[in-house]
């Protein structure tokens, strides 16, 4: 049986042409139309992503003097931090120090024994055990320059005895503990907590 549209009357052939026409778009829609829809909307998205990345690196690029301006800020803050509190110990040194600002206070240092370092979070304070010998006004010149230095460096537990056969240069002597302070590399954990990987402590019975 042959189909030939001739023999259909004239509203047939157009109902004909019309689902042909439609059936082309319909196609057309779906193999061509819509893939490429959707080909275009990941584009789309990938260049407002890339375009983003460009901005954010823009204003980065902007930023960076700024951001170089902070570093140097903070590396000089720093650097004084170490001047007062240095990252290692030096006993040699703060000796060294120490008899030089004696000998400018005419005063003499007996005794210079360092003791042990007392660990905190953030730094360690290292006591040295100093016994001295001079005359009361000296001693107070000493303690002065000792309080001027860079690094910090504290007096405690001061206990000044008078000779019995005192001379015009040495009336006194005295023991003390300076105190200097050490900045840690790595902060250590605070009191009371944890350590890592320890379990916590069991909750109590009722």
């Known amino acids: 049986m042959e189909l030939s549209l001739t023999k259909l009357p004239w509203y047939g052939q157009i109902g004909a042409f019309l689902l042909l026409a439609i059936a082309g778009v319909g196609a057309f829609v779906y193999y061509y139309e819509w893939p490429q829809q959707t080909e275009f909307e990941s584009r789309r998205l990938q260049l407002a992503t890339i375009q983003k990345d460009i901005q954010m690196g823009t204003t980065t690029a902007r930023k960076l003097p700024e951001f170089r301006s902070q570093v140097g800020e903070l590396q000089s803050r720093l650097d004084n931090l170490k001047a007062v509190l240095p990252a290692e110990k030096d006993a040699a040194d703060l000796l060294r120090r120490m008899q030089t600002v004696a000998a400018q206070s005419n005063l003499t240092i007996r005794s210079f024994k360092p ?38 460096v504290n007096i405690s537990g001061l206990d000044v005895k008078g000779k019995d056969k005192p001379d015009p240069n040495s009336t006194i002597t005295a023991t003390c503990v300076a105190t200097t302070f050490v900045l840690l590399d790595k902060p250590q954990p605070g009191k009371g907590a944890p350590a890592r990987g320890a379990a916590p402590p069991a909750a109590p019975k009722t």
């Not at 953030?122 to 303690?143: C, Q």
């Not at 000792?146 to 690094?151: P, Y």
């Open 115 to 152: 003791a042990a370092t007392q660990t905190k979070q953030l730094h360690a304070e290292w006591p040295i055990n100093l016994e001295l010998d001079g005359t009361y006004h000296n001693l107070a010149i000493f303690f002065d320059r000792v309080s001027k230095f860079t690094r910090i």
